[in-house]
């Protein structure tokens, strides 16, 4: 199983940028899927989760700036990331948790990181 993420980059204060991870590989379920952001100096934090019923759940500052979502047809889950700060710059991991085969425990699976940059 691998995750892909995609689509960081640099964009100034106030912009967006969104984001993608597909899930591929020997998949029989995937449950919670979600993003999370290590800054420089900081620890991992989770930023949004969504469940395989489209729940979500947000840290509280990124609350009406972002949205998560996902396609289940595509094992993709998306981040929609608007009005940046200079604070969300960090390396943004994918997170999934997959069942390869059926009554298989779900396990943790990470994406390769993507970098944010957000200044001017």
């Known amino acids: 199983v691998q995750l892909q993420a995609s689509g960081g980059g640099l964009v100034q204060p106030g912009g967006s940028l969104r984001l993608s991870c597909a899930a591929s590989?020997?998949?029989?379920?995937?449950?919670?899927m979600g993003w999370y952001r290590q800054g420089p100096g900081k620890q991992r934090e989770l930023v949004a989760i969504?469940?395989?019923?489209?729940?979500?759940n947000y840290t509280d500052s990124v609350k009406g700036r972002f949205t998560i979502s996902r396609d289940n047809a595509k094992n993709t889950v998306y981040l929609q990331m608007n009005s940046l700060k200079a604070e969300d710059t960090a390396i943004y991991y994918c997170?999934?948790?997959?069942?390869?085969?059926?009554?298989?425990?779900?396990?943790?699976?990470w994406g390769q990181g993507t970098q944010v940059t957000v200044s001017s």
């Open positions: 590989g020997s998949i029989f379920g995937i449950n919670v």
């Open positions: 997170n999934a948790k997959i069942r390869t085969r059926w009554r298989r425990p779900f396990q943790d699976y």
């Open positions: 969504i469940t395989s019923g489209g729940s979500t």
